[in-house]
């Protein structure tokens, strides 16, 4: 209880001073209430435990970001952008996912459902915690197709037998003529003679 009654009152000094950008409003449903006045719910020692339902109901938080952010179809960067988030819209975040080692948030803004980053809010511990894992299968990553890229072509060899560059081993050019042409370069694949 003094737990709370601390992060409580440090939630309040933060607010006053304008240092926290996250609003946080527990809720038990995905519908979005954007309160700040919204308490949670304080169980009575006295009132009796309602009877165990098969599924319990996943707590959502409905929260907002500081700037204007990305919305995804996947837990990454590599997923493409659905929308931007401005500041102003409320996000109920529905679930949590580590992908890489880096946590997402199953979201919802508006008609919106995809994920944001977790580095993007400012969500306290005890309200991570409650939220759900997602398992779900995550939509496929879009296919990046490489593309060829072309050598330059040698010069044919003269007779004067000077060298006047080197064409390196990842394909770029070096105008050095000598020892340590191409070296951050993998090499010299061949040698370039001028007239």
Not at 33 to 48: G, I, N
Not at 57 to 65: C, F, G, I, R
Not at 148 to 156: I, W
Request: charged share 15%; glycine share 8%; proline share 9%.
């Amino acid at each position: 209880m003094l737990h709370r009654f601390i992060i409580g009152f440090c939630l309040i000094i933060l607010l006053g001073c304008g240092g926290a950008s996250t609003t946080l409003v527990p809720t038990t449903s995905t519908e979005s209430k954007l309160s700040a006045s919204t308490a949670r719910p304080q169980r009575s020692p006295a009132t009796a435990r309602p009877a165990p339902t098969s599924t319990p109901e996943p707590t959502a938080l409905v929260v907002s970001v500081p700037s204007t952010s990305n919305l995804r179809q996947g837990p990454s960067t590599r997923y493409d952008v659905i929308t931007k988030i401005a500041p102003s819209d409320a996000i109920t975040i529905l679930a949590q996912r580590t992908v890489y080692d880096e946590l997402w948030y199953h979201v919802q803004v508006g008609d919106n459902d995809g994920w944001m980053s977790a580095s993007l809010f400012d969500i306290p511990s005890e309200y991570q915690a409650e939220l759900t894992f997602d398992r779900s299968d995550l939509p496929s990553l879009p296919t990046v197709v490489p593309t060829a890229r072309s050598r330059p072509a040698a010069r044919p060899a003269s007779n004067s037998g000077q060298r006047v560059g080197a064409i390196c081993r990842d394909g770029s050019r070096s105008y050095a003529t000598g020892r340590g042409a191409c070296s951050h370069h993998g090499g010299v694949s061949y040698w370039l003679y001028g007239p």
